[in-house]
């Protein structure tokens, strides 16, 4: 079978597309021709549309179009008739209106937005999408058949997230989570949290981000003494970053929708690293996740909780390295479920 992996929003760090593509390269029988284009400038639908028309297409078997090709696949739905697999992803809908709350869903741009989603949809013969919540998120809101949605994991790359040796001994406790601070990242919980435990003083929560920068006065009104703000480390650093930690905090902590349905991908990065990981509990991370087991789950928006969380792995050693292996052989389980779930969905349903 013959399978051509198209996406516009490509960059060698960016996970969702770098997991599928070694999951479809690890599969027996799948030879995978790649049409990407990874500049940011607006032309590059142009000239990724222009790689797909060029491109020999008399062999190609099934098409799948990478996160984000909200823009670009009903252009192709003209171009071609094979098989379009799409990855979903996210809903832009959802995102603009709901997540990052920039337009309302009753405005020009948010009924564009929905009609872009259930279009995109609609006109591919499969979706993926990262948790079953999440297809259920599509399935209601987008009145789409569910059969068309297949749930791959988001996943992590294990050539450059894997435990290591902690060789560096620390005075400090540390307590880890990096992000962009989006709204569903929760970070208001994890600064609460660092309050909570200020009185612990070799408890050092180490945040990477621009945190500090768009959370400045909730930060200068708790007045921490016990947080580290770093405001930008390199892709290729954070695994560094990671191993120094004692706790990972995966999220989502927020009280926004989306942080239900979805995994974050840190989260899948920590447990690819053994590391003990926090997360909110929410019908996203109970499908794969078991709480006490492989990770610790905490209420989400509830800093106490998540303090409690984090004092508790701190003084029971045992709990810690618990969950840290069978985080670790969760996650391995996880990467081999990505392969089988994408060799079923194209030798099954699509052959």
């Not at 996160?67 to 009903?74: A, V």
């Not at 929905?114 to 297809?135: F, S, V």
């Not at 509830?302 to 985080?327: C, P, W």
Request: aromatic residues 12%; positive net charge.
């Amino acid at each position: 079978m013959k399978v051509l992996y198209f996406a516009t929003y490509y960059t060698k760090h960016y996970v969702r597309q770098d997991v599928i593509r070694r999951a479809l390269s690890q599969i027996q029988d799948i030879e995978v021709v790649e049409c990407v284009y990874n500049r940011k400038s607006v032309t590059r639908y142009i000239q990724a549309l222009w790689k797909f028309v060029v491109l020999p297409k008399k062999d190609i078997d099934i098409i799948i179009v990478g996160f984000r090709g909200h823009e670009i696949l009903p252009i192709m739905r003209l171009l071609t008739k094979k098989p379009i697999i799409f990855d979903a992803f996210i809903s832009i809908y959802d995102t603009l209106c709901f997540d990052r709350k920039k337009y309302s869903s009753s405005s020009v741009i948010g009924r564009m937005a929905y009609w872009l989603d259930r279009y995109c949809c609609r006109t591919a013969d499969g979706i993926l999408l990262d948790t079953k919540a999440h297809i259920n998120y599509f399935v209601n809101t987008f009145n789409i058949p569910k059969e068309k949605f297949f749930n791959v994991p988001v996943g992590a790359d294990k050539k450059i997230f894997y435990p290591r040796n902690q060789v560096e001994k620390k005075s400090k406790f540390i307590v880890f989570y990096y992000g962009t601070a989006l709204p569903l990242q929760g970070i208001a919980t994890i600064l609460e949290a660092a309050k909570i435990l200020e009185y612990e003083s070799n408890i050092l929560f180490k945040l990477i981000g621009p945190i500090r920068k768009k959370f400045k006065d909730e930060i200068n009104q708790l007045d921490l003494k016990n947080v580290e703000f770093v405001d930008w480390v390199p892709y290729q650093q954070l695994p560094e970053e990671i191993m120094k930690a004692d706790v990972c905090l995966g999220g989502h902590f927020s009280s926004v929708n989306k942080a239900r349905r979805v995994i974050s991908g840190k989260t899948f990065q920590f447990l690819a690293m053994g590391k003990p990981v926090v997360v909110g509990r929410n019908r996203a991370n109970e499908e794969l996740l078991k709480d006490r087991e492989d990770c610790l789950m905490v209420k989400m928006t509830d800093a106490g909780d998540l303090a409690r969380a984090i004092m508790e792995l701190k003084t029971n050693e045992a709990l810690r390295e618990q969950v840290s292996k069978r985080g670790y052989q969760k996650f391995l389980f996880i990467q081999k479920s990505i392969e089988s779930s994408l060799r079923n969905l194209l030798f099954k349903h699509f052959k």
